[in-house]
């Protein structure tokens, strides 16, 4: 199993903080964020890490990661010169990836779940994680039957389709490389990783699991401040979250 962060983007919602630095730089409680979504990684024993980053700041990722070696691990640095969707990612890596599985995560998510025994135990297809959220419409959306197996999912539905938001980690078979090539752009003019989501739905390979702690999309002020305090609270600090 190999390990992407994709830590790129250009951090429009949360200017003027992201016009000196990346998003995934900034401050979260007494941590850079990126350190959040890389422990995820990390605790899960995946050791062999591409970090794809905007052209922007690279020199910074390099100067606070290194060669991994600190943690125990090899990281690899690539450049996302324009952010074309997430799924865009997967073909930047596809040398990377080569003939492995791979886990990606948003370097801007913060989860509270450990995920290490479903990365771990990971043999092949798609799995992907929801989370009830009080605004579906921002992210992808997955509907769920009775029996709780995902049935659709659709990137920002203009129609109610469920209240579950797919979250920002990504476990995928080598496959995923050669889905992402054959995605045609939205209407956005992206790529999105929906696309992705549904080749695996669409053939009965993807599992999609609930989140059960609390997961932070850290992308605007408000879930900046939160993944803070939440960050807070995990280190024994006693700060609330409400």
């Known amino acids: 199993m190999k390990g992407i962060i994709l830590a790129g983007g250009e951090g429009t919602r ?13 401050a979260v409680y007494n941590k850079p964020m990126i350190m959040y979504p890389l422990e ?4 899960a024993g995946i050791k062999d890490i591409l970090i794809i980053v905007a052209p922007d700041h690279p020199g910074d990722f390099l100067h606070l990661l290194g060669s991994g ?11 996302q010169d324009k952010p074309e969707g997430l799924a865009q990612a997967f073909i930047i890596a596809a040398d990377f990836i080569d003939d492995d599985n791979v886990t990606m995560i948003l370097g801007d998510n913060i989860f509270e779940d450990d995920f290490s025994d479903v990365i771990k135990s990971f043999k092949s297809g798609g ?11 921002r992210f992808g959306v997955v509907k769920f039957d009775e029996q709780m197996k995902a049935t ?12 579950y938001a797919v979250t920002g980690l990504y476990i995928y078979d080598k496959r ?7 995605l045609k752009p939205s209407a956005r003019g992206e790529l999105e990783i929906t696309g992705i989501h549904n080749w695996y739905l669409e053939h009965g390979e993807l599992s999609v699991d609930v989140v059960k702690g609390e997961w932070i999309d ?9 993944a803070s305090l939440l960050a807070a609270r995990r280190s024994g600090t006693n700060l609330a979250l409400n």
């Open 14 to 26: 949360l200017r003027p903080l992201t016009t000196v630095t990346s998003k995934q730089l900034l």
């Open 40 to 43: 995820t990684l990390l605790k």
């Open 69 to 79: 070696r600190e943690f125990g691990a090899k990281f690899t640095y690539e450049i």
């Open 127 to 137: 799995h992907v994680f929801a989370k009830e959220v009080p605004d579906p419409e």
């Open 152 to 163: 659709k999912i659709e990137e920002k539905p203009k129609v109610y389709l469920s209240n």
């Open 176 to 182: 995923v490389v050669e889905i992402a090539k054959n």
């Open 218 to 226: 850290a992308g605007t002020f408000d879930s900046l401040l939160k």
